[in-house]
């Protein structure tokens, strides 16, 4: 059985349980607690030396560290349900919705709350090194959010998914974006009622709680 | 035949134009001078509004405007040979190696340039909008791609191509990384031995001058 190294809290590892709920694959949860710095043990240095949760331990040994490659491996030994599409153009949309999700979205949230939280002081970027924060970054990280959320609206109010008609990973990243947000203090906008309308969606699929 | 809107010295449609020589695909180039503002043209901004090179326009007449979905696509149309991988755990490494090569690489390189250069000021993201520099973003982006060189070279000192034993899209990536660092006048270091002997090879490849 695979085995996930996890922090329950955290966002990055989140979008590794969606993804398996989604498949519906059943795997070993290991939790490593970030509040108490597990990440940086020894231990989980050799497991993963860049310090970093999701870490997934496939059934032939090797470990993966990024959603990205996690992803591809899951959905080529699991296609079904797709959630990285089936046709060229499908499989085009979701790879761009995606990317914009992690680099607008994502990255935008995670600007914000590294360059400016108090208990992120030197620590602006994930893995073991010292970095200082930078304020302005976190201002151009809120910004960024900003048009992020308006650039989903927009998407969302001629198509019932991020990457169009079906549900997929882009959603699953999205999904993370809105409820990593909070951690900035920011929310979708009362007149983004697409968007808002997809989140109670996303909210009702079982993933949700993965 | 497709479409790509192109601009020869820049290093995002670049990655386009190499993965379309790799997979012997044709194509009709049309040039959009970024030096003169040609991006930001009412013309442009019909075809992609975000203000974006590479756009690449299909048989069927639908623009795609990030990497992440052009290499999806057209690895899905045009399978052999393949650049993003075969086997699952191929597929796995490409994505994760490709991501770090993204986010380590070529985020480090146009933090540096676009938070530091007087010909960038007020553009310190790509697209329309005016954004103001932040010089320490600049350094910092250059203190990453510092460790980016490192962990490549470690990397390819232990495998021939940089997602493992064959070439892909992970290689064409981190090429244009190499690159583009000339551009905040960053080299690998002379003891960076595998890093290049690994960059003579993509030299030689008929694609690096596609």
Same mark, same amino acid.
């Given at each position: 059985?695979?085995?996930?190294?996890?922090?329950?809290?955290?966002?990055?590892?989140?979008?590794?349980?969606?993804?398996?709920?989604?498949?519906?694959?059943?795997?070993?949860?290991?939790?490593?607690?970030?509040?108490?710095?597990?990440?940086?043990?020894?231990?989980? &240095? &050799?497991?993963?030396?860049?310090?970093?949760?999701?870490?997934?331990?496939?059934?032939?040994?090797?470990?993966?560290?990024?959603?990205?490659?996690?992803?591809?491996?899951?959905?080529?030994?699991?296609?079904?349900?797709?959630?990285?599409?089936?046709?060229?153009?499908?499989?085009?949309?979701?790879?761009?919705?995606?990317?914009?999700?992690?680099?607008?979205?994502?990255?935008?949230?995670?600007?914000?709350?590294?360059?400016?939280?108090?208990?992120?002081?030197?620590?602006?970027?994930?893995?073991?090194?010292?970095?200082?924060?930078?304020?302005?970054?976190?201002? &151009?990280?809120?910004?960024?959010?900003?048009?992020?959320?308006?650039?989903?609206?927009?998407?969302?109010?001629?198509?019932?998914?991020?990457?169009?008609?079906?549900?997929?990973?882009?959603?699953?990243?999205?999904?993370?974006?809105?409820?990593?947000?909070?951690?900035?203090?920011?929310?979708?906008?009362?007149?983004?009622?697409?968007?808002?309308?997809?989140?109670?969606?996303?909210?009702? &699929?079982?993933?949700?709680?993965?």
């Amino acid at each position: 059985m695979m085995k996930l190294y996890d922090c329950t809290t955290a966002p990055s590892p989140r979008r590794t349980r969606i993804f398996l709920a989604e498949k519906g694959i059943e795997y070993e949860n290991i939790q490593i607690d970030l509040t108490k710095g597990e990440q940086m043990s020894d231990a989980y &240095r &050799r497991i993963n030396p860049g310090c970093t949760v999701p870490s997934l331990v496939t059934d032939d040994g090797v470990t993966l560290t990024e959603n990205a490659g996690i992803s591809a491996y899951l959905e080529a030994l699991y296609p079904e349900p797709s959630l990285l599409g089936t046709t060229p153009m499908e499989k085009a949309a979701i790879a761009a919705w995606n990317w914009r999700c992690e680099m607008g979205g994502l990255m935008s949230v995670a600007e914000a709350l590294r360059n400016s939280s108090p208990a992120m002081k030197d620590r602006a970027l994930p893995g073991p090194k010292k970095i200082p924060q930078i304020p302005a970054l976190a201002e &151009r990280g809120l910004m960024k959010l900003g048009w992020f959320f308006k650039t989903i609206d927009r998407q969302l109010s001629s198509n019932p998914y991020i990457a169009g008609d079906t549900y997929s990973v882009a959603d699953i990243t999205a999904t993370i974006v809105v409820d990593f947000a909070r951690w900035v203090k920011v929310k979708p906008e009362e007149d983004q009622t697409a968007l808002l309308e997809w989140y109670g969606r996303m909210r009702e &699929r079982p993933s949700f709680k993965a």
